[in-house]
């Protein structure tokens, strides 16, 4: 049973990220600025708005290198940690999922505000619960797209692996 303990130990130092936690703060704020964008973008586009918002949404983090409107305006990166690399396009659709989900919810008909109220409260929950409990501050997103929300000063800081 203790080898057991120790190929687990080894594994999870392996796999552990070099990057601190992000200020939840910085995150928070990043991530008010994106909903904003996405809710002019549904506002402004007439009856495409909801897909439009919903794709602004599922790919900002990979449209900067990693760093959507919001987090290039806070200072903080989406890294890919196999390469540690700013997040791609399918590293940001993987992480924002559970958001899109809410706004497909909202799709729905004759359900679809309150579908996207009850979708945002326990979406938003979980995502919360888990972001002040990880240690690295990872969200569900973060595991599904093996990523992490750094500071963008730290990144820059680090040496770039290659994807094996």
């Not at 973060?142 to 290659?162: I, Y």
Request: charged fraction near 20%; charge should be positive.
């Amino acid at each position: 049973m203790s080898s057991l303990k120790k190929v687990l130990r080894v594994v999870r130092e392996e796999e552990a990220s070099p990057y601190p936690k992000a200020s939840l703060f910085l995150r928070g704020c990043a991530r008010v600025i994106d909903v904003a964008i996405a809710w002019v973008l549904y506002v402004g586009t007439g009856p495409a708005g909801v897909v439009v918002a919903l794709l602004y949404l599922l790919f900002a983090d990979g449209m900067l290198q990693g760093q959507s409107l919001g987090k290039k305006l806070f200072g903080v990166k989406v890294v890919y940690l196999p390469t540690r690399q700013g997040a791609r396009h399918r590293d940001s659709v993987l992480r924002n999922a559970p958001f899109g989900l809410v706004i497909i919810l909202s799709m729905m008909p004759d359900l679809g505000l309150r579908a996207f109220i009850a979708g945002c409260v326990v979406v938003g929950a979980i995502e919360i619960v888990k972001v002040l409990r990880d240690p690295l501050g990872l969200r569900l997103g973060d595991l599904w797209a093996n990523t992490q929300v750094v500071d963008g000063k730290v990144v820059s800081a680090l040496p770039e692996r290659s994807a094996a």
